[in-house]
C-alpha cells in the first residue's frame, strides 16, 4: 500500500493521509493548520490533483482534522465523505464556524484567500455527509462503477474518547491493513469514556504524537489535577475575582463544564451562571442531545439544565463586570488574536484578582503561550493587535488533556503490532521521542516519520 502524508507542515499542522490500497484511494482526514494563513494552511492537496479518490473518511471535527474538508471535496468531487455518526451532527457546525472566521479574519487582517469556502459551499457539502455508527464494516470504494468486479476495501470507526464523535479509523484490503489513531485519549475524562481500540492488529500503524514531548510528572493524576483545579476556582471567587478558562468549543468546554456541574453538585463553589461562547453553547446542545449515542460517564449529566450556561455575547466581552466572582470558559484555547478569550484575558491581565486558568497546549508562538511564559508584574507583547501588556494577574495551568499519554500510545503500539509504523500530528520533537523509544522496546517495527509531501510504501 501506499501512503501519502499530506500535512503541508513539519508539526502538528493540519492531519491529512492519503492511503492507496487495492487500486483505491482513500483520504483521511481533511484538517486546516490553525497557526498558517490562507492557502498555507491547506493539506497538499494539489500532489493529488491528477488522481481520483474514492472515499474521504474523517476522524473527527476538530478544525484541524476536518477544516479543509469543503477545499477536499472540490479537489475529489467523486470521493463520498464518511465520518461518525455523531461527527454528522458536528461537521456542518464547524465548517460554518470557520467559513465566520475566514470572513472575519479577511476583514480584519486584510487575509485576500479567505474565505477558502463559503456558507454555500458548506450547506452543498452537508448533503453528502454519511455518518455511520462506529463498529460497522463500510465498503468505501463500492461506489465506483469503474471499479465492478474488485472487492472493495472496507473502513471501520473505533471510538477514541478524544471529542464526541471521534475515531480511529481501520481500513482493511484484500491482504493487507490499516490502522490510524486520528486524535485518542486512552483515559476517561469526565463526560467521555476511554478510547476503545480493544483487539485492534494492523499491518501499517498512523500514530498521532501530540505528547511526545510531555514529560510526565512524579504523582500526576487526573483526579489530583481536578481537586487543585476546585481549589485554585474557590480561592478566586472568594476574593471576588473572576476566572477565565480558554478552551476548545468542542470537547473541551463541555468536560470543563461537567466538572463545573460536579463542584456546584458537591458545593464546592456556589452555584452561579458560567459565561460560555455561541459555539459552545450548540456543542453543549449536542452533548446533551446524543448522550445515549456516547460512551460516556454521567450519562443523566445534561449540561445545558444543569448548569446555568450565558452565552456571552460580542458586546458584553469589554462591559461585564469582573468583580463579582464570574466564571469564563471561552474559545480559543491559546488565545489566538480576535476571539472571545483574547480579548477577555486582555482585559483582566492588569488586575491581580482575576485568574486565567489554561486546561491544554497553548503554543509557546500563541498570546496563551507568551503570557504562560511570562511572570507576574512582567511587562511582555501579548499580540500584535494588543501591543504590549504589564501581566499582574494570576495564570494557572491545568493537565487536562483529551490525548493519550506517551507511554499509553507506547503500549497500544505494542498491541497492534504492525510491520510499519508511521508517527504523525506531533512536533518534532514529539515525533523524536517516539521513534527513540519504539525502536528500543519494538526492534521489528519499521518506524518513519514521513516528511510532509512524501509518499511511502509500507
Ligand atoms: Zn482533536
Ligand atoms: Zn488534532
Redesign the pocket.
Known sequence: MLIANLNPADEIGASSWMVELDHCRLLMDAGMHPKREGRAALPLYKLLDDKDLDAIAIS?C?H??IGSLPVAMRHFRKAHVLMTELSYHLAGRVLHNSVNVMLHQREDRGISDYPLYTHDDVEENEAQFQGFKYNREIDWASFSKSRAGFPSPTLEFFDAG??LG?AGILVRGKSQSLFFTG?VCFHDQTILQAARFDGIHADVLIMETTRGNRVPQPGFTRKKEILRLTAAIQKVLSRRGSVLIPAFAL?RTQELLAELALMMRAGQIPRQPVYIGGLGRVFTEIYDQRAHLTARQWPDLQLTSELQAIVLEKEELNTIKLGGGRIFLLTAGMLTECTPAHDMALRMMEDPRQAIFFVGYADPNSPGGRLKATKPGETFLFSPTAGKATRRCEVQEFDLT?HATREALLDFAGRVSPRVLLLGHGEPSSRQWFEEQLRARYPGIRILQPAPGSVVEA
Open positions: 473527527h476538530h484541524d482534522h478524544h471529542a471521534s486524535d470537547g483529551a
